[in-house]
């Protein structure tokens, strides 16, 4: 018997002849590219220093495509943004010390949304690792101890024959579920070395499955069709998962209202009549579902955010499908299913039994009906205009990314993503300037669809020369600013906790001035016109930036007793 395991691939006499006969002028930055393009790579993104230069001078022998941006934060940021929208993971090529080090804390939000980045890094050279001060530039005694609590898994390089095998290993766990962002070192002799290892042709770019255990899936199926108010909240795992379609049919088999969560945005139809949409920092959401007798929460934590801050206290029996184990019953006893969320969905929609319930849709409108009706006693028509404007002008099909800002925490809640993995924001680590930089990579991905970046003044500060990566390669890229004159979500925090605000008012540019001498067409608009700019902004290839002046109010908190 001949098992799968036992097959050897046979090089064929074109392998062989390359393979004994390997082009001159390669050296270990060859190794890299290779191995990428081996692995399906088609772009990656960057910035070079010092001790990665021939891993950079690699990139002009091979066909990949380069997009470097102008901080490696930002770098990390568009490589995020390109892994969520291709399911590829997205290589990052970053130097040594401050330039790898710039890159944490946007590795830090691909691991907290599960975005697949593949980390690169230069390291300086071998006779320097081990710890010792040796008094290189960009030197540090251990450079993967800074980065072991962020990323997935660490992988460092020590020869140039571990090359193909370190980076196929890394490219491996960065698309296993959950996804998540890796980290590879290679040191700058390694690199610079002329090579006369073979040319790297192919590559097992299969990551592996995370299939749920059976009887788990039995037990769950039989609680969910027995239930007599099931409900389901929906997280970030089923838009990594692609597994949205098999949501919507479980949902329609259990008559089960779903919720999704800030990261799961788009995975269940905003419209459909068993939706309750994405208002889950509302008490009445939180009383609806811990009214539910058996609550399956589908690709997420409950962390923060979806918990209405940590104030939701399950009533029912829990079932929790998450494929990150540091999440699984982390927040509240459950059954937990340790498995990829498209897997473990399709194995209950084989098991589970239909339910009839025929007041599953009247409750789903009563409780958006209370939801409306709080809104509307807070006079926000000022707030709920704009995302309306924003939404009237984007395309349903386009990307959107938003940065930690007061009409973001709108969006979260309010703001119809139109299909999955539409829209993105920072909310899984929660820093500042990831919008932009991330709707570059976006635009990186598919350039057929515009897309739209959307900041507060104080985020914006923190990408403004990424306008230049946008000129430069042209991206499709609309970048909506709103201006407030602060960090205005903070100002809110700190007059409500303290009677005024401190640290947060800044003196700005003028954001349409400053895009023009980038070369990058800039209007400034208002909450009457933001409609027809942005459309025109997003209709015109290229990018453009749109400047809001406006100042902006949350609605009214719900967890604080």
């Known amino acids: 018997m001949t098992h799968d395991h036992d097959l050897v691939l046979r090089p064929t006499e074109g392998q062989i002849s390359a393979a004994l006969n390997p082009p001159p002028g390669r050296n270990g930055g060859d190794l890299v590219v290779e191995t990428l393009a081996a692995l399906g790579t088609t772009t990656v993104f960057g910035l070079p220093g010092q001790h990665a230069l021939g891993m ?52 830090q939000e691909a691991a907290a949304a599960s975005a697949p980045v593949l980390a690169i890094s230069s390291q300086i050279p071998t006779a320097g690792l081990g710890g ?41 766990s960065a698309l296993s579920a959950p996804h998540g962002p ?89 419209k459909h009549p068993l939706s309750l949409q994405s208002w889950i920092e509302d008490r009445h959401t939180t009383d609806f579902l811990e009214d539910a007798d058996v609550l399956l929460v589908v690709g997420s934590g409950l962390g923060e955010l979806s918990s209405n801050y940590h104030t939701f ?18 927040n509240h006893p459950a059954l937990g299913i340790h498995a990829d969320a498209r897997l473990a969905l399709q194995a209950l929609l084989e098991t589970v039994s239909e339910r009839s319930d025929p007041s599953a849709p009247e409750r ?24 309306a404007s924003v939404r009237k002008a984007l395309p349903a099909d386009s990307p959107s990314f938003w940065d930690m800002t007061i009409l973001a925490y709108w969006a979260w809640s309010a703001f119809d993503a139109k299909g999955p993995n539409h829209m993105h924001s920072a909310q899984g680590a929660g820093g500042l300037g990831y919008a932009y930089p991330a709707a570059l990579g976006a635009a990186a991905a598919d350039p057929t669809r515009p897309v739209l ?74 909450p009457e016109t933001l409609s027809d700019d942005l459309s025109k902004a997003l209709a015109s290839p290229g990018p453009a930036v749109v400047v809001l002046p406006a100042v902006l109010r949350m609605f009214a908190a719900t967890h604080l007793g």
Do not use: C
């Open 132 to 172: 010792g001060r040796h008094g290189y530039l960009h030197e540090l005694p251990d450079q993967s101890a800074s980065f072991r609590g962020v990323v997935k898994s660490v992988h460092t390089v020590r020869a140039q024959s571990q090359i193909p095998s370190a980076i196929e290993a890394a490219w491996k």
């Open 364 to 387: 789903v409108r009563e409780l958006l009906a209370k939801v409306a009706e709080r809104l509307a006693s807070q006079e926000l028509t000022l707030e709920q205009d704009v995302l």
């Open 453 to 526: 970046a959307v900041s507060g003044d104080g985020g914006a500060l923190y990408s403004i020369a990424e306008l230049a990566t946008a000129r430069q390669y042209d991206l499709n890229v609309t970048w909506l600013i709103v201006d407030d004159g602060g960090y205005g979500i903070l100002r809110e925090y700190m007059t409500d906790a303290f009677g005024e605000a401190t640290a947060t008012e800044l003196t700005r540019p003028d954001y349409v001035a400053l895009a023009e001498s980038f070369g990058v067409p800039g209007v400034r608009t208002s």
């Open 56 to 107: 950079f001078d690699a990139l002009r022998r091979s066909d990949l495509r380069y997009i470097g941006l102008r901080v490696e934060n930002n770098a990390g940021f568009a490589a995020d943004a390109y892994g969520r929208i291709t399911g590829e993971a997205a290589p990052l090529l970053l130097s040594t010390g401050p330039g790898a080090l710039t890159s944490l804390a946007a590795l």
């Open 313 to 330: 206290k399950p009533r029912g029996r829990v079932v929790q499908i998450e494929a990150d184990l540091g999440k699984l019953e982390s």
């Open 182 to 270: 890796v980290w590879v070192e290679i040191p700058q002799d390694v690199l610079l070395a002329e090579t006369t290892i073979p040319v790297v042709t192919g590559g097992d770019a299969f990551p592996e499955e995370l299939p749920p255990r059976p009887e788990l899936t039995a037990v769950a199926a039989d609680l969910l069709s027995r239930a007599e108010r099931p409900a389901i909240i929906a997280g970030g795992g089923v838009v990594r998962a692609d597994a949205s379609g098999k949501l919507k049919l479980l949902a329609e088999v259990l008559k089960a209202p779903v919720v999704t969560t800030p990261g799961g945005k788009g995975a269940f139809p905003w």
